[in-house]
Structure formats: C-alpha cells, structure tokens
C-alpha cells in the first residue's frame, strides 16, 4: 500500500506538472497569437516596428521612418552606405525620417517644396501594405528632383491606394546634391574601389537589399520587385538596369520622364573635375577630414558657386557605373526585366530654359550644330508651329523632344533588342497645375487657369499614386478615372510584367517598327508611335551613336 500510494503521489505531482506546463505552453502561444494578430507590429531584422492604419476600413497599413542604413554623417560621408543597427523594443514607424539635405525651394513652380527639416541623417523607407496572408508584388518608388532635392514622403506619394490595389509601395529617401553625388580625387583614392560620387545610387540600392532582407515581414514577395521612378528616379532605375551592384534585387522596372541612353559629357565623365573646382571654392584644401567637416550648407553654397550641379549628378566612376549607360545598354549588359516607360506632352514648360532673345539665326545654328547641315532644315520644317510664336520656344521644344520624348523611345528599342517585354505611353492630357509638393498651399493662380501647364512635367504623379482625391485642385471626374485607370495599369505591370487586364484598353507591347504607344488622356488608346516624324529624326541622327 505504501508503495502503491508513494506511486500515486509521484503520479498525481506529474499531472499538475504537465499541466502546468500546458498553461503556460498555451499562454505563451496565446501572447504569440496575439502578437501576430496584432497587424501593426511586425519584426523584421533589425527589431519590432509599430506602424499605424493608412485606411482601417480597406486594411491597408503604413510604416514610415524605418532606417535602412546608417546617417550618411560624419565619417561616413561620401562613403557606401552602413547597414542599419538593431534596436531592442518596440521603434515607432508612424512619422517620416528626416528629407535629406537639400536647398529651400521656395518659389519654384509646381515643384516648390517650402521650408521643411533637413538632415544628413536620412536614409529612411516608408512601406503601405495590406495585412494578406497571399505574398504580395512589391513597388519601391524613387523620387525626382534632379537629384538635387525632393523626399519620399510627400503626400502626393502616400501608397494606400496603390496597395488597395494589390502591391506593397516602398518609398525612400536618398542622398542629394554633393552629399549625395560628389566625386572627388581625394575620395577616390580612399575608396577600396577607387571610385567616388553615385552615393545617392548606392544608397537605392542599400534599400533594394533591405527589401529583399526584410519585405516578407509585410507581406511582400522579394521575388517579384519593380523599381519605379520619376525624372531623376526614372534616371536612378535606367541606370540601375546597367549597375552590376543592383542585379538581381529588382525583376520589373518603370521609368517616368528622363533616361538615361545619353551620353555623359565625354569631358568629364567621372566628375572629377567638377567635384575639385567645388571643393577648391571651400578653400579648405583636398584633406578628406576638412572636406567631411564642411557643413552641408557650406557645400550647397560651394556647388552653385563652382556651377557643379550644371553636368549630371550621376557620374561613370568605374564600380557602380563601368562605363556611360548608353554603351551598355548597347552593349545588352542591362538587366533582362520587363519594362514600362514613357513620357507627357509638355515636358519642357518651366522645366528647361526659355530663351526669349533668341533669334531665328541663331536657332538655325544651333540645329546645325545639333543635327548636322544635311538634317537641320528638316528638323526645323517640323517646328515651325514653335517657330512661328518664337524661335526661343522652337529651341525649348526641340531640347525637350530630344531629351524626354527620344530618350524613352532609344531606352525602349534597347529593351526589346534584349527580348523583354516593353510598353511606352505617351501622356498628352493636361492636369491641372498646382503646388504638387505643399498639399495646403496648392494654387498656383496660373493666368491662363489651371490647365494652361499643359501636361506638364510632374504632371503625372497624381495620377500614377491614385491621389487626385489627396493632393492639388481643380480635378474633375475625367481626372479621377484616368488616374484609376494608370493606376491599375501600374500595379497589373508589377503584378505580372504586363498593364493590361479585361475591362481596360488594350496597350500593345512597343515594337521598333510600329513604335506602339499608348497615349493616356480621357480616351486613351495605341497609335503607331508619337510624334513619330520628329522622334525619327532624332534617331537618324543620334540612333546609330556609341558611346565608347
């Protein structure tokens, strides 16, 4: 009996153990439960982040101010970007970092931007996702600005309606201006890859392998990725396409307003020289200390005194670019992705100077320097609606079609010459202008009313992010509808690497013959390539060109 009863004590002490252990086996899993049912924190490499409802209603959430490199400061300027620290807790992702350093723009058009903080630490990401258990096509969007300002976060590229149509948007910030784009002897000769400048290039593609470390943690599928860009971001994806770095971290890429297929200036190509005269301007002498504790001002200051931001921001520095992005795209050295690409009808207005005291002789010179005598009446013949308001107007128009409009043509011909899928548009239908940049402070009171921009330069970003309803004023149903329909093309190219899908106007692939294009406007619809007779002027000129 003792021994039965020793036996039953020893059994009964094993049940409550066990049972104890199942209480808290369950409690643990019940905290783990409501951890992962908690959709607004998520725990990616570096620690937990707490985000916040961009629309609770329609699930989609939004994370900003997340770091995916260390502040580009102190030492670490002018230098490739550090990977983020961990952090322990819980980081709040509910406000944007900082914009990076960059000049006030205050009255500058539609892209004035007013006074904001500033701040060399600034290499943040902001994601919008929807809480899916479906892995989910990922949208990373590098913003324009000549490389010399803009930020990510700005209203007009808020993701919620992107993600409500199925992708997760990624936007970052990047290194602008000197500190993003200074090349220099001195850094040159400290870098292991004896190369300088393309920190803000870099710096996208830092955030490109964040994504790919991190993005599952949303939602997202790293293996279906689309870089996408406007202006100077459409510069940044072109030339991504032919930066050995940045191969394999992107599978589709979209390209809004500027390419990258002209040549660099031959004279200066890696920005050495420009990037000595700026720093000669500080008068602080080459030693890469003193130039690191230069102020940021100092250096916005000595750039726009050595007219350093006058040539390309991007430079050929023999790592992150081998050699002019032209040449390899020639070369078929870019990456094999579908791509989307185009750009507006206006480009030029207030974009590129307005040489009101031009003469018509002088316009004639200038083509024949541009074109050669053989071809230069013939280009002229095209403009001579232009011409016929003033010859200064005829060289503006001119310099746009042969930048924007050409330039998405030959970036087009080189992607299909690779065999991908490729479709260029054309946007002719004039938003109307505002203050894309300072939401409460919009009108522009333009003298011809809102829409006498024409379709302007920029004049797409409403549009493509679905926001017409967020940002700007004088928007009208015909608005609305087009930008849910640019939208879903977007997202159908990002889901799929093609935009079309049933119900929505058919926008055939681009081919170097027909030069399929499709024009957006309240109709939109394919013609056999836009403003063909000029564009293929251009290309008999400039098409056969290398770059070596």
Request: hydrophobic share 40%; net charge negative; charged share 15%.
């Amino acid at each position: 009996m003792k021994y039965s009863a020793y036996k039953f004590l020893q059994l009964s002490a094993l049940v409550i153990t066990l049972a104890s252990c199942m209480e808290s086996s369950n409690k643990q899993a019940s905290s783990m439960n409501n951890s992962n049912a908690n959709p607004l924190s998520i725990e990616i490499a570096q620690g937990q982040l707490e985000g916040a409802w961009a629309e609770s209603e329609t699930g989609i959430r939004s994370f900003y101010g997340v770091p995916y490199a260390l502040p580009p400061s102190g030492s670490l300027r002018w230098r490739p970007p550090q990977p983020p620290v961990t952090w322990q807790g819980i980081r709040s992702a509910t406000a944007p970092g900082s914009s990076c350093w960059q000049a006030i723009n205050v009255d500058g058009w539609v892209w004035s931007r007013g006074e904001f903080n500033r701040s060399e630490d600034c290499l943040y990401l902001n994601i919008w996702s929807a809480k899916t258990s479906v892995k989910a096509p990922v949208m990373v969007w590098f913003h324009g600005g000549s490389h010399l300002s803009g930020m990510g976060h700005d209203l007009i590229f808020n993701g919620t309606e992107l993600a409500k149509n199925g992708v997760i948007l990624v936007s970052i910030n990047y290194r602008l201006g000197p500190l993003g784009f200074l090349a220099h002897p001195a850094l040159s000769a400290e870098s292991e890859q004896s190369s300088s400048g393309n920190y803000g290039l870099l710096d996208k593609i830092a955030a490109l392998q964040w994504v790919q470390s991190n993005i599952a943690a949303f939602g997202g599928d790293a293996d279906n990725v689309t870089i996408f860009g406007q202006s100077a971001g459409s510069q940044s994806v072109c030339s991504l396409m032919v930066a050995p770095l940045a191969q394999g971290l992107f599978h589709k890429a979209i390209g809004q307003s500027a390419a990258c297929v002209r040549p660099v200036s031959e004279q200066d190509s890696n920005g050495l020289l420009r990037g000595a005269r700026l720093v000669d301007s500080l008068a602080i002498g080459t030693d890469v200390n003193a130039m690191r504790e230069a102020s940021p001002q100092q250096l916005l200051d000595a750039a726009e005194a050595s007219q350093w931001q006058n040539q390309s921001r991007i430079v050929v520095d023999g790592w992150v670019l081998p050699d002019q992005p032209d040449a390899l795209f020639t070369d078929g050295k870019q990456a094999k992705v579908p791509l989307l690409l185009g750009s507006l009808a206006n480009e030029g207005n207030q974009l590129f100077p307005l040489n009101n005291d031009l003469t018509e002789a002088q316009l004639v010179s200038f083509t024949t320097t541009m074109m050669g005598e053989k071809l230069a009446p013939e280009l002229l013949a095209l403009y001579q609606n232009e011409l016929a308001e003033s010859p200064g107007l005829a060289q503006r128009e001119i310099l746009t079609d042969q930048f924007m409009a050409y330039g998405m043509r030959r970036w087009a011909a080189h992607q299909v010459e690779a065999g991908q899928p490729t479709y260029l548009y054309f946007m002719d239908h004039s938003p109307p202008a505002f203050r894309l940049y300072m939401p409460s402070n919009p009108d522009l009171q333009l003298e011809g009313g809102p829409r006498s921009g024409g379709a302007y330069h920029s004049g797409d970003l409403a549009y493509v992010f679905g926001n017409t309803h967020k940002v700007g004023h004088d928007w009208q149903e015909a608005d609305h509808q087009l930008s849910d329909l640019i939208t879903q093309y977007w997202t159908n190219f990002a889901k799929f690497g093609d935009p079309n899908a049933a119900g929505l106007p058919l926008w055939p692939q681009y081919n170097t013959t027909s030069h399929s294009t499709q024009v957006l406007q309240e109709k939109p619809h394919s013609v056999d390539g836009s403003r063909r007779a000029r564009i293929d002027l251009f290309d008999r000129r400039f098409g056969g060109q290398q770059s070596h």
